[in-house]
């Protein structure tokens, strides 16, 4: 396989736009093991080889545990994470499989355990690593 085509060369202006959803994110008061948290479930969901090779490489470097990368997938089964935590997780797996609509009952768990400006950038967050994936997807983005 190999990188079908290079967006950030071909069309410049389009791939900083995106760099710029991914600065803001950079920027909020989201904690790194939330936007880490975000970006390899999403990453799994969608099969994005290229994003979970590097975000489950940032993550432990910022000292998320093997167990919990290992478990996410099936977070729902262990008690590796926390409330806040299960509420963006099953936030970040609707939201992805956006299809089948966020559930009221979804929304109202995350509204009841983050704070609204929170809420706001958990899910700017969900929506920035989505396109981020479609991207490496639909390009065939390689991992070094």
């Given at each position: 396989?190999k990188?079908?085509?290079?967006?950030?060369?071909?069309?410049?202006?389009?791939?900083?736009?995106?760099?710029?959803?991914?600065?803001?994110?950079?920027?909020?008061?989201?904690?790194?093991?939330h936007?880490?948290?975000?970006?390899?479930?999403?990453?799994?969901?969608?099969?994005?080889?290229?994003?979970?090779?590097?975000?489950?490489?940032?993550?432990?470097?910022?000292?998320?545990?093997?167990?919990?990368?290992?478990?996410?997938?099936?977070?729902?089964?262990?008690?590796f994470?926390?409330?806040?935590?299960?509420?963006?997780?099953?936030?970040?797996?609707?939201?992805?499989?956006?299809?089948?609509?966020?559930?009221?009952?979804?929304?109202?768990?995350?509204?009841?355990?983050?704070?609204?400006?929170?809420?706001?950038?958990?899910?700017?967050?969900?929506?920035?690593?989505?396109?981020?994936?479609?991207?490496?997807?639909?390009?065939n983005?390689?991992?070094?």
């Open positions: 396989m990188t079908r085509i290079k967006i950030d060369k071909v069309e410049s202006a389009g791939y900083k736009a995106v760099l710029g959803l991914e600065k803001f994110i950079e920027s909020t008061q989201l904690t790194k093991t936007k880490d948290l975000i970006k390899i479930r999403a990453s799994q969901i969608n099969g994005c080889a290229f994003c979970i090779d590097m975000h489950t490489k940032e993550a432990r470097k910022a000292g998320e545990t093997e167990q919990r990368i290992y478990a996410l997938n099936a977070w729902r089964d262990t008690p994470f926390s409330e806040e935590e299960r509420a963006i997780l099953a936030l970040t797996e609707e939201v992805t499989l956006i299809s089948g609509h966020v559930k009221d009952e979804t929304y109202e768990q995350a509204a009841k355990v983050l704070e609204e400006t929170y809420l706001a950038q958990v899910i700017l967050a969900i929506i920035t690593i989505n396109v981020w994936n479609r991207i490496g997807i639909t390009t983005l390689m991992s070094a």
